[in-house]
């Protein structure tokens, strides 16, 4: 992009899709993607605030590199009530703390406080993200938040099945 006189510095995001014939990009944004950014954050185990601030002053080529934990992370992602279209909005959410106290963190997305506490106001409401020393545990982790939680909407049950069967596969070789 320098070459082309359009030099950039920040976070660029590639949308990728696993298909028959491998990965294909479906976009690139100059943001972290939500849930793509929940897990890396969830592993990061240095300070990102001297990362950006790198960033920001043009200067990143001198900071010290990020360091991440080995472990596995899984972020699943809470839909409202009528997502992906008309999302049933204003409804209360419950057992957050719960989800945090079973070991996950809770990333707030379409929520807003109403009267009664957190609400859903969008589409993809909340993701749970938990680290393990797997997949197959982060998994069973980030599902245990999802199961504490008193949601009235949705999410998907199969969030890295592949890699929790290749797991699997891997214990009984």
Partial sequence: MAARGTPYSGVLYAGLMLTERGPKLIEY???????????????????????????????????????FSGDSALTVVMAAPGYPGTPETGRPIGGIDAAEAAGTTVFHAGTRMGDAGV???????????????????????????????????????????????????????
């Fill in 29 to 67: 944004n100059a943001r972290f993607g939500d849930p793509e950014c929940q897990v890396l954050m969830a592993r990061l185990d240095s300070d990102l605030l001297p990362l950006l601030l790198a960033v920001a002053e043009g200067r990143l080529a001198e900071a010290e590199a990020p360091v």
């Fill in 119 to 173: 609400v859903i106001a969008g589409g993809r409401v909340l993701a749970v993200t938990a680290r393990g020393a797997t997949v197959t545990t982060a998994q069973a982790a980030a599902y245990r938040g999802v199961d504490a939680l008193d949601f009235p909407g949705f999410c998907r049950r199969d969030i890295g099945w592949r890699e929790v069967a290749r797991e699997n596969e891997n214990k009984q070789d």
